[in-house]
Structures are given as C-alpha cells and as structure tokens.
C-alpha cells in the first residue's frame, strides 16, 4: 500500500505552499487507496512554538480532507538516535568533536582551506580510530555525529523524481553532513529519514526546496538498510508577481491559509485553486469536485516551472482564487453552503434566518451575486438586520417625486395581501403603478433602495423574499 506523508514544522502559520504540499499528497493518498500521514516535524526546539502548531492544525482542519494516522517526531527522539547510532556502527559515519567554535560555519577555524561553501569535512575527526572516538566520548567530549560520505571512489547518488526526472550528484560534492547534533538531538536530515524508514513511507512528495537534500537522504535510506529508499516527487515553488519565492517573514498574511479562511473562502474552492497553481488536469478543466480532483491527478500532471501567486499590497487575494470560490458559491447545493453562511453571519453578530429552509431561500436568491461567504454578511446584511448601509445613489432613488409615497402604499397593500410571493408582489407593484400613472420602474428602483439599500442585487421581485414578508412591509411603510 502506498504511503505518504506531510510533515510541516510548527514554526510559522501553515504556508500556501505547505497546504498545497498537504493536497497533493492526500489525492495521490486517495488516488491509489493509500494511506495519507500527518506528522510534525517538532525537532527544532528553538523555533517551534504552540501558536503556529495550533495554526498548522486550524488550516489543516479548515481544509476539512483529514489524515489517517498522526505523529510528532518529538515523540519519536529514541528512534532517531537509534537509528543514527546503528550507522556509526556500521563505519558509515564518525563522532566529529571540532569544538563549536570551529565548525562548519567557520571553515577557517575549522580548518578548511576553501570559502565556507565549499567545506566538505574535518579529515582529523573523519580519520579518528575507533578507539580514540570512544575514549573521548567516555570523557564527555561533546560532538556532532557526522555521515561518512564516500569520497575519492567516484561514486555518483542519483535518484529519480517523480517531477524533474532523473538526478544525479557526485559524492565528492556532498558534504559530511550532521545526523545528531552535539546537543544529541537530531538533524532534520536524520529525524526525517529515520521517521520515513520506520512508517514505511513509499512515497515523499515535497517542495522543490528539498530537492538538494535528497540526495543525503538516498544515502541515509541505504545506510539504514530497510528496503527500497521512497519514490520522490518535488513540487515547483509558488512565488510572488515579481519572482521572488513567497516568503512568510517578507508577504506576511499573503502566504496564510488562514488569510483566505478569514476572508469568507469556501474550503473546497481554496483546494481546487492551490491544485491549479503547478498542476493541470491536461482538459483545460478549473472547477472541480473533489472526486473529480482524485480522479485526474497524477505526479506527471505537475509541471516543473514555478507557479506565480497574484497579489498587491492592498489585496491579498489572488483574483483566480476569487473568481473560482464564487463558482463554487453558484454550484455547491445549498445544504452544503447553510451551514457556513449560519457560522458567517454568527461571527457578524446576525442571527440566520429561520426556519432553516428559510435561510435556504434566501441564499438561492442572493448566492449568484456574491464572491465570499462574507458577502452574506456584508452585501446581504439588509436580510439579516434593519441595520445597513444606504448608498448614495439608492437615495437618489427614494428621491424621485411620488417614490416614497407610492412606496408607503405599496407597503399597505402587500400587508393586507395574504399571499408573499414573486408573483403577487410584482402584480400589486405593477397594479398601483398602472392606477398611479407611473412607469413600474418608479416603484421597482424605489422598493430595491428601500429595502436593500442598494441599487443593484438580486431579480427585482426576488429581493422581497430575500428580506423577508416583515421586514419588507415595514421598511416600505418606514421609508
């Protein structure tokens, strides 16, 4: 069975990037009746914080596909240097005890000859006989277990991804890097790998940013000896207008999922936009369910260019993603939209109308114009609450000579009418108007101001069942 696995750091809110990582990797999961892993790569101390776990959590939730099994690899610390040390003692790495001082991010204090970038290892410590390494470390000598990578033998790591084809790197170009730091924690390198290798994991879809770590990991995979090393798959970076990778410390709110959940996004059309930005179903298709999302993805789908997230500094919504979640607003069934309109206008302040197939009423009526579940709230506030804006231009309309008296009227009548439908109130306005010897548009543009506010909305008859027989009659006798 196929096994994958989305492992975010709690050091940030939960990236677009990330959430895109996190899909793809569920409909491959759903695609071949795999298995899709949550796991929280925790191991950096220093920078994790409860926050931005809880914020990984909430966007991930919001997302509302879930996961099948759930770990965290800071329970999982025994397993890593357990592993690590089962290399060491099969030679394939060597207690590096280079005082902090002189390690790697100093080459010349720690002996390198070359620029920083080009350090590969300390030949004192890689040299050091067993018996010397154990001594000192019986001393309480701190070091950094390092991997011995191969050198002077030609040896060539190669890999095949899943997105960009095959990969090849020569190990003479790979540095001794660090499984356990001297603190005897482990390196992100190790804590994945060992993690991967005891869940099982077939396949790593990631970042594009991990490709050159592959490489090291190939060669933690055979260390390991646990069967074949995954299937990898790297995914193209997201980046800003201006080509630069979309960065949390330099966007901001503009790289959060949670940016587009507290704008009034409909979860399902968030996810049908993130697989569109570096994948293609090759049918020119955009909106899709969610089966239909499992059934057309494939890794040979996502392209290997880069994929540009539109934005500006006054508007952090991209318009796609805009334009999308108001289709998806037209075509999701009104019994799935309820009860996240009922959650929207509950954070407004607005109590949802009832019974509930009312409230389904008025959101067939008013869903075709609007592009965010806030929109219920804002733009359709006037169904919701007699407290609501009125533009300029809608008391323009109030203002037309006999408007508001003819309104007052119309008013009258449809309280006497038992009947509150399309059909009676259009043949009660156009009645008095015939009487009045006005155009019926007098009536229609006034009715529309008086109780929406608002100059263009809904069909002109429907707007009365939107607000609803009460509040139309009094705010037609009010006005």
């Known amino acids: 069975m196929m096994r994958v696995r989305f492992a975010p750091s709690p050091t940030g809110y939960l990236h677009i990037g990330s959430a895109r990582t996190f899909i793809f990797n569920w409909l491959f999961a759903r695609k071949h009746h795999g298995t899709m892993i949550l796991r929280i790569d925790d191991t950096d101390v220093d920078r994790n ?7 990984i959590y909430d966007g991930l939730n919001w997302l509302g596909l879930g996961w099948d099994e ?78 011995r990578v191969p050198r002077g033998v030609g040896r060539t790591i190669r890999f ?18 660090a499984l356990l730091r001297s603190s005897g924690l482990p390196t992100y390198h190790m804590a994945s790998c060992a993690d991967d290798a005891d869940l099982g994991i077939t396949n790593i879809i990631r970042g594009q940013d991990h490709l050159s770590n592959t490489f090291k990991h190939v060669l933690i995979f055979e260390a390991l000896g646990s069967g074949p090393a995954p299937e990898f798959a790297h995914l193209p970076l997201l980046i800003a207008p201006d080509g630069a990778k979309l960065s949390k410390r330099k966007h901001g709110p503009v790289v959060s999922v949670t940016t587009y959940r507290d704008a009034g996004f409909l979860p399902h059309a968030y996810i049908n936009f993130l697989c569109l ?14 089966q239909e999302l499992i ?21 952090p919504i991209d ?50 114009r609007f592009a965010t579940l806030l929109d219920f709230a804002g733009r359709g506030r006037c169904c919701f609450a007699d407290d609501y804006p009125v533009a300029p231009e809608a008391e323009e309309k109030l203002n037309v000579p006999q408007a508001r008296e003819l309104l007052r009227e119309l008013g009258a009548r449809l309280e006497a009418d038992p009947d ?52 139309a009659i009094q705010r037609l006798k009010k006005v």
Request: no cysteine; charged share 25%; proline share 5%.
């Open 49 to 55: 914080t409860d926050a931005s776990l809880q914020s």
């Open 70 to 147: 759930h770990y965290r690899q800071s329970e999982r610390l025994d397993l890593h240097k357990r592993l690590a040390y089962a290399i060491f003692e099969k030679d394939l790495a060597y207690r590096d005890f280079t005082p902090a001082h002189a390690s790697p991010d100093d080459p010349v204090e720690a002996g390198a000859d070359t620029p920083k970038q080009s350090w590969q290892f300390n030949p004192g410590m890689r040299e050091l006989s067993r018996e010397e390494s154990d001594r000192r470390a019986a001393a309480g000598e701190p070091f950094v277990l390092r991997y």
């Open 319 to 368: 318009p796609k993603a805009l334009w999308l979640n108001s289709q998806t607003l037209r075509t999701v069934t009104t019994a799935e939209l309820a009860p996240l309109v009922r959650q929207t206008l509950a954070a407004a302040g607005l109590a949802a109308q009832e019974p509930p197939e009312r409230l389904e009423q008025t959101i067939e009526i008013l869903r075709s």
């Open 295 to 315: 059934d057309a993805f494939t890794l040979s789908g996502v392209n290997r260019s880069n994929a540009v997230i539109t934005f500006t500094d006054a508007d």
């Open 277 to 290: 930005l570096g994948w293609s179903p090759k049918n020119d298709r955009e909106q899709m369910t969610r």
């Open 420 to 471: 509150f439908t399309e059909a009676s109130v259009e043949k009660q306005l156009r009645g008095l108007a015939t009487e009045r010897g006005v155009k019926a548009g007098v009536l229609i543009n006034g009715s529309r101001a008086a109780l929406t506010g608002q100059t263009a909305g809904p069909s002109a008859f429907a707007v009365y069942i939107a607000v609803g027989r009460e509040r």
């Open 160 to 177: 095949a991804d899943g997105v960009y084809g095959p990969q090849a790197k020569e190990a003479d170009d790979i540095e001794d890097f």
